[in-house]
Each structure stands twice: as structure tokens, then as C-alpha cells.
């Protein structure tokens, strides 16, 4: 249960929860959370003022999106917003939901969620009194910087969001959190899972030895130096690297394809191997990373993404797995995950709907979130109780998960 020192300051308003159609599950368990904490919380101290309604049975409101025979959409609100902390939850690379198109199902595409996000904020705008948006998977943030003539999407899109009201945009793993620079007067929180997915592993995996003798920490690239930095700096184990070395001559799927991998850093033999990045996409380059790895007479190799993507299939990885290239990937939960990922025994998913949940409550009461983007006090109990135990409980004594 969250620290209820930290809660003592008025909500900032009537708190409502908007979970689009493609995290309807994350929304309805965050709201369970929420629902549990205030109805425990006691709030009818005499110091302690509070809103009307601040005790629900659920926080979530009805909104939604029809569209019409030719893929047009409005935004409909058939719940009051007005005086509501709003904060809307939408995952932009959820690929399993369809809508009808000329008569042909279409599934519904990034630029989809986002325009079905901008119509919801747009029904809401002037009612709500603040509009957050959570986006665990920024919107076009793979384009975030501009090389060429080409286009700047995921700045534009910041801005475009904050000048239609919103004013706090949460998301997770940013590609380049620099981004932010794009909207510096407004509230951008780029998270990290570094807790949750050391919590994953330590769980899953009951005979790993914490120590520089015997774990790696990798990043499969330069730009996830400073991801594998903060990990391994945890457990106290080195860090090696691989540098793609690309074909800069043509272009294959939108990028530059990879020749190969050079790998830097000490020898990795009869280690455990840890390679962490920002998203498994077809998993190519996490695969060719992993392959290496083992080339190179690694132990174990775990993968561990805040994103899950996957759209090369799970095939690729049943067969990596088979032929024993990689032992487990952990990947987040705040994207789309379909059933048979759940079905297969090399994978496992570390929850952040009750992180989630923690922030929207001490957002809305205005309460700093400084402890909970620092993880370290959390990660280091953590690993001294499995250091001693060789496993971990499932509730840590703090709230901050």
C-alpha cells in the first residue's frame, strides 16, 4: 500500500481514468489498486481535507471511439469529465485490435491510437481541469532526431499534444528522452523498469551468482550503453558492448541493415549474461547478439526489453530457444502481449500496473514522485535478500513497486 505520509495534500481534482481500447486490461487493473489503496486510506482526518468523490467504485470512465464504414472516427465522452484530473492511458503498438475499413478488417496502426487519442482529448478539453496522457510506448519515438530532409514526428506530436491542454505526458524507456526538449515547459517523465525487471529475474531464476566473477551485463548497441551502465552498476558486474556495424548503402525495412556485431569488453565465458535494450522489435539484432554470446562459451543468456513488440512472430525465438541461444526474455507488460506469449516457457513478463497505479495516485494529489523514479534503495533490498535467500517475497515492505 503506497506510503499515506506522502498523500496528505488536497487531490488536485476529482480523479478519472480513461483507458483506450488497446489497454482496457492494464486500466481495469490499475483501477483495482487505486479503488483498494482509497478505500483503506484513512482520509476523514480532521487534517487532512479531501474532494468529493475521492472514494469510488471505479475511477475509470466511458469513452470511446466508433468509426464509420469508411474509417473515419470521433471521440465520444459517456461519462462527466468536467473538474476531473484526467489521465488517459493509451498503448500506441497494440497490433491485435481491427476495425472495419470498406467492408475489410484492417488492424489498427500507431497513427490510428494516436489519432483516437488526440479526439479524446479533444471531447475532453475545457471540462477536465488538468489532462495527463501515460503512453508507455512514445509515439514515433524512434524518429527522434532528424539527419536528413526528413521529418521530426515525435517532437511535432509532443507539441502537438501540449497545445491541445495536455500537461503531463508519462511514458516509459523513451528511445532518446532528449526528445522532451521539444515541450521544455511542460511535464514529460520518461521511466525506467530497471526495478521490475531485476525483480523478474531474481524471482525466475533462483541459482544466480550476484557477482563480477560470474555475471555480465551487455548492450547490444551504443545507444543502450547507458541502460546496461545502470544495471550492472546494481549488481556490481562489468559491462561489454556490441557495436553494429551496418551497411550505410542501402536501406531495408526503413534502416540501414546490419553486416555484423564486434563485440567490446572482458571475456564472457561460463558467465551469465545479461543483454538489456529498450525493445525487442523482429529481435533480430537481440538474436545475433545472443548467438555471439554463446560463440563466445556464455552460461546463460537473459534478454531483458521494456518493450515486446515481437513482429517478426514468437517463432524466431521458440527456435532460439530450442536450439539453446537464449534461456529467458523478460519483457514489460505495458504493451500488448498476446496469449501465446504468456503460453511459452522462455518468456517472462515483469507487471507495471501497480507502479502505474502509484503514480496516477500521487499525481493527483500533487505529491512528489521523486522516490519512485529512483529505484536504487528498492533494487539494492532487493538483491541483499536474494544474496541471502536465494529467492525473493513477493511484497517488498515499501509501496514503491
Avoid at 530532409?149 to 509532443?158: F, N, P, Q, V
Avoid at 536450439?323 to 529467458?328: A, K, Q, W
Avoid at 535467500?389 to 515499501?398: A, E, L
Wanted: charged share 25%; proline share 4%; with cysteine.
Amino acid at each position: 500500500m503506497p506510503d499515506q505520509s506522502k498523500l496528505i495534500t488536497v487531490p488536485f481534482g476529482s480523479l478519472g481514468i480513461i483507458a483506450m481500447n488497446s489497454c482496457e486490461k492494464m486500466g481495469a487493473d490499475i483501477d483495482k489498486y487505486i479503488v483498494r489503496w482509497r478505500k483503506e486510506r484513512d482520509m476523514l482526518r480532521s487534517d487532512t481535507p479531501i474532494v468529493t468523490g475521492y472514494e469510488k467504485d471505479t475511477y475509470l470512465l466511458d469513452a470511446d471511439c466508433p468509426r464509420f464504414a469508411s474509417g473515419e472516427a470521433k471521440g465520444m465522452l459517456r461519462s462527466s469529465v468536467r473538474g476531473t484530473d484526467l489521465y488517459i492511458l493509451v498503448d500506441v503498438m497494440n497490433s491485435s485490435i481491427e476495425y472495419n475499413l470498406g467492408g475489410r478488417m484492417v488492424p489498427m496502426s500507431p497513427d490510428d491510437y494516436y489519432a483516437d487519442l488526440k479526439r479524446i482529448i479533444a471531447a475532453s478539453a475545457g471540462k477536465a481541469r488538468r489532462i495527463n496522457v501515460i503512453m508507455p510506448f512514445l509515439y514515433e519515438s524512434r524518429q527522434h532526431k532528424r539527419s536528413k530532409r526528413e521529418s521530426l514526428d515525435c517532437a511535432i506530436a509532443l507539441q502537438e499534444l501540449v497545445a491541445m491542454g495536455v500537461s503531463n505526458i508519462i511514458t516509459f524507456d523513451a528511445h532518446d528522452p532528449r526528445v522532451q526538449n521539444a515541450i521544455p515547459q511542460s511535464g514529460f517523465e520518461s521511466l525506467m523498469p530497471t526495478y521490475q525487471f531485476i525483480k523478474c529475474l531474481l524471482r525466475a531464476v533462483p541459482d544466480l551468482s550476484l557477482d563480477n566473477e560470474h555475471m555480465m551485463v551487455i548492450s547490444p548497441d551504443e545507444g543502450a550503453m547507458h541502460r546496461a551502465i545502470y544495471f550492472a552498476n546494481h549488481f556490481g558486474v562489468d559491462v561489454g558492448m556490441f557495436y553494429k556495424r551496418r551497411d550505410y548503402s542501402r536501406i531495408v525495412n526503413g534502416k540501414n541493415p546490419i553486416v555484423a556485431h564486434e563485440f567490446l569488453g572482458d571475456s564472457v565465458e561460463g558467465k551469465d549474461v545479461i543483454i538489456i535494450d529498450d525493445m525487442i522489435a523482429s529481435g533480430e539484432s537481440m538474436l545475433d547478439v545472443a548467438r555471439e554470446l554463446k560463440r563466445r562459451k556464455a552460461k546463460r543468456v537473459f534478454c531483458c526489453a521494456t518493450f515486446g513488440l515481437f513482429t517478426a512472430g514468437l517463432d524466431v525465438f521458440d527456435k532460439a530457444y530450442a536450439n539453446g541461444e537464449v534461456d529467458m526474455v523478460i519483457t514489460t507488460n505495458v504493451t500488448h502481449q498476446s496469449p501465446e506469449l504468456y503460453e511459452r516457457s522462455w518468456y517472462k513478463s515483469a507487471d507495471l500496473t501497480k507502479y502505474i497505479a502509484i503514480l496516477i495516485d500521487h499525481l493527483n494529489h500533487d505529491a512528489s514522485i521523486s522516490d519512485l523514479l529512483d529505484p536504487t534503495e528498492r533494487i539494492q533490498a532487493r538483491i541483499n535478500e536474494y544474496k541471502a535467500t536465494h529467492t525473493i517475497s513477493d511484497n517488498y515492505k515499501s509501496s514503491k513497486e
